[in-house]
């Protein structure tokens, strides 16, 4: 039988674009295609998501291997026949299930190789169990909590910081984790083993401040009735964490730039120097430039703390994390009551997400505790938040019938599924991806899934990349 000769297979290419654009097209069906070895070359997020195989599975295997069809045992069809359009039949899927499916199919036969490829698209006549894998998960850096790609590229970063022991200025507003970071800082540091000290420069006067940081001799002021050592002795060989350190007084500044770049201070009421080695991480809520600006404090010393200056975005520009942590704190609470867990209907979540969070993630632990014990077991309700959250803009009227939930499901709580998808990145970009990759490890099913994309999208474009 002569067959049809295509001027070029499509199945040659490693990663024909086109097929993909047709598989984005019909994300539902599964479409994949074999050389003329009947090796598969390309696997849809389609395929994964109807038949439960990853792409990383079959990619460059024998088809008869990798899954399992009924045509298949059979023969293959499609050497067999140039075209199957629209057949009904059952095909297996990883777990051992069946799942009805209408296949169509095209050959590539050359004149003197035979069979060289083809393509197979099959629909699904049912819906299938959806895949466990499609939303984004938490991803622990040091306590640190998640899911943001962007984020945890610049947390990953954060390793090589830490070994060169360069002071590093943390910006952010309040409860964004900065002490958080700078723990995280220190553990991965050399001085891991040394102390971590923390000092809010903004809640004490100048004098208990000087006293803290370099501490004081006895007799050196009224009421120093025995030696005591500083802060930075403490610190020695570890890292000190100058909280809040736009608010150090700027007679401490002037004392604190010695030791920041001769490594030597005095206490209060010594007569000699002493030496130590300490790491400066500080943090700040305002703009340290602007408090320089208006002469509240000493540029030679900025410049100095701030030799590495990080951001820390706030918890409403990394939308993705807040049904996220809002699960997590609130799984915790409950089980540190031991309380069931209330449930958070989609358009509770909704109101979280829209809702700005001007104590970040520090007033977000604090709203799920007071949900873990005033709604045990039930189903929250924007009228179960405190006042703030019906006032923000975004929130619904009360009467809102939207935000309301069901009143079967007042009765009946049911698992809160996040509704994150429509927040999620379409198409993580490389630097996204090699961070996901370095924060799990080369895991690639943790990582599409902090991705939320695929194990097949994410095997693709390592490869396009190289990144295997
Ligand atoms: N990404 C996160 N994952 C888990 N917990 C977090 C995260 N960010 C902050 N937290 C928690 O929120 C609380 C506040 O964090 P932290 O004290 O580090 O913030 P901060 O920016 O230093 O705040 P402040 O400026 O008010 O001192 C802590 O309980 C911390 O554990």
Redesign the pocket.
Known sequence: MTRKVTSRSVVETQSPDYLETFARLDPESAYFAVNGNQIITFWSDGAETLLGYGAEEVLGKHCSQAIRCVTCSKGCGLKEYTNVSKLNLSHYRKDGSEILVQKSASAFFGNEQGFQGGIEVLKPLERPEPPLERSRS?V??H????ADAQ?LNMLTGLRHVAHTGVNVL?R????????????ALHAMSPRARRAFVPI?CGTLSREFLQSELFGHRRGAFTGAISDKKGLLAEADHGTLFL??VAELPFEVQAMLLRVVQDQRYRSLGDSRDRSTDVRFIS???VSLRQAVKEKRFREDLMFRLRVVPLF?PP?RDRKI?IPL?WQ??LLKSCQRHGLPQPSSPPDLIRLLTTYPWP????E??NVAEMIAITCPGKVVTPQHLPPEFRESPAAPAATDQAFLPEPSSVARPEPCPPPIESWMPRSPDRPAIEAALRACEGNTSQAAKMLGISRATLWRKRKKWGLV
């Not at 507003?173 to 002490?179: F, M, N, Q, R």
């Not at 104590?359 to 520090?362: A, H, W």
């Open positions: 938490l622990d850096f306590g640190i909590l998640t984020f943390i952010g507003e309040s409860g964004t984790g900065k002490e958080l970071v700078a723990k809010n909280d809040e943090a700040t809520h820390l918890l994390d942590l997590h704190f104590g970040n993630v520090r977000l632990i």
